[in-house]
């Protein structure tokens, strides 16, 4: 089963225990995985010959120069791009992910969240 966290958010007063215990467990896999994700794309970029002194630095660099490509036939697919203009003059890939977010709830009382 398939997650979007904005269809996740209930109002307190009707959320069951799971639905709590999900949620968490959901948003504590999303800081992994983002942490995850900002890791490789620092990596990708110092391999291209990027180097940046902090994370103030490195925030102004990807709101300048990096841009998120999604599609309508891949929902949840995810491709970055160093100086991307359009369909044609994509720039460079420098990281590929999926953030598509499975729970799955078994019959030995076991929750697992996987994002990708």
């Known amino acids: 089963m398939n ?3 904005d269809y996740l ?3 307190e007063d009707t959320t069951s225990f799971i ?4 949620l968490d467990l959901i948003r504590k896999a999303k800081r992994n995985f983002e ?3 900002k890791e490789n794309l620092i990596k990708n970029l110092q391999s291209l010959g990027y180097e940046f002194k902090n994370d103030a630095e490195f925030n102004s660099f990807c709101i300048e120069r ?3 490509c999604l599609f309508d036939d891949r929902p949840g697919d995810n491709e970055l791009y160093i100086d991307f203009v359009d369909s044609e003059n994509k720039g460079t890939l420098v990281l590929y ?3 598509k ?3 799955e709830y078994s019959n030995e009382n076991k929750l697992n969240v996987t994002i990708g």
């Open 97 to 99: 992910f999926s953030d």
């Open 66 to 68: 990096i841009h998120r």
């Open 9 to 11: 958010q209930l109002p």
């Open 19 to 22: 639905d709590r215990l999900t």
């Open 3 to 5: 997650h979007n966290l």
């Open 35 to 37: 942490f995850h994700v």
């Open 101 to 103: 977010i499975n729970v």
